[in-house]
T-cell receptor
Framework: QKEVEQDPGPLSVPEGAIVSLNCTYSNSAFQYFMWYRQYSRKGPELLMYTYSSGNKEDGRFTAQVDKSSKYISLFIRDSQPSDSATYLC???????????FGTGTRLKVLA | DAGITQSPRHKVTETGTPVTLRCHQT?????MYWYRQDPGHGLRLIHYSYGVKDTDKGEVSDGYSVSRSKTEDFLLTLESATSSQTSVYFCAISDPGQGTNTGELFFGEGSRLTVL
């Protein structure tokens, strides 16, 4: 079993929809959680960074961490065709700087 | 954008030849990483460095070696390339604990390697 699980998709939604992307993990030591967006043939770009449990909002993006369920989510409001990309979750434990990634979810927002 | 440059960006080589990929950063970040990205596997850590001459293995280190002789440069070497090492390689940097920086990981644009 992988330490971090992420549905690969693809996920297709109409423009303007609310998108929910999720990851589950098995290592209870993970404390730092990140979401990256990756366009085709580009490097991953950091979108959201969250420490421990709770919510964080940045514009149309909201990241949620539920450590009791070992579950993290990224919500995208008012999705746009430009949001079409692969979204990767990543996490690490305190005291270590090894980041573990999910396999990524491909998102397509249809105009 | 974080100042990370990878070279070469594209390379085609033959099985059994040595290959070196270079990562250069201008951010003076302490940590540097090499990941490979393959369909169905996501990003997997090959090796990382936590300072000059300080390196450690990741989850897929077999067949790879690294060196870091300067803060700004991190080299990944495939001593004898195999077809299973065909992949996209990403360098990343991080600098935990400086000011408001809490250790975010920043990536280069990738190096696409094909081993025939």
């Amino acid at each position: 079993q992988k330490e971090v699980e992420q549905d690969p998709g693809p996920l297709s939604v109409p423009e303007g929809a609310i998108v929910s992307l999720n990851c589950t993990y098995s290592n209870s030591a993970f404390q730092y959680f990140m979401w990256y967006r990756q366009y085709s043939r580009k490097g991953p770009e950091l979108l959201m960074y969250t420490y421990s449990s709770g919510n964080k909002e940045d514009g149309r993006f909201t990241a949620q961490v539920d450590k009791s369920s070992k579950y993290i989510s990224l919500f995208i409001r008012d999705s746009q065709p430009s949001d079409s990309a692969t979204y990767l979750c990543a996490m690490r434990a305190s005291g270590t700087y090894k980041y573990i990634f999910g396999t990524g979810t491909r998102l397509k927002v249809l105009a | 954008d974080a100042g990370i440059t990878q070279s070469p960006r594209h390379k085609v080589t033959e099985t059994g030849t040595p290959v070196t990929l270079r990562c250069h950063q201008t951010e003076n970040h302490r940590y540097m990483y090499w990941y490979r990205q393959d369909p169905g596997h996501g990003l997997r850590l090959i090796h990382y460095s936590y300072g000059v001459k300080d390196t450690d293995k990741g989850e897929v280190s077999d067949g790879y070696s690294v060196s870091r002789s300067k803060t700004e440069d991190f080299l990944l070497t495939l001593e004898s390339a195999t077809s299973s090492q065909t992949s996209v390689y990403f360098c990343a940097i991080s600098d935990p604990g400086q000011g408001t920086n809490t250790g975010e990981l920043f990536f280069g644009e990738g190096s696409r390697l094909t081993v025939l």
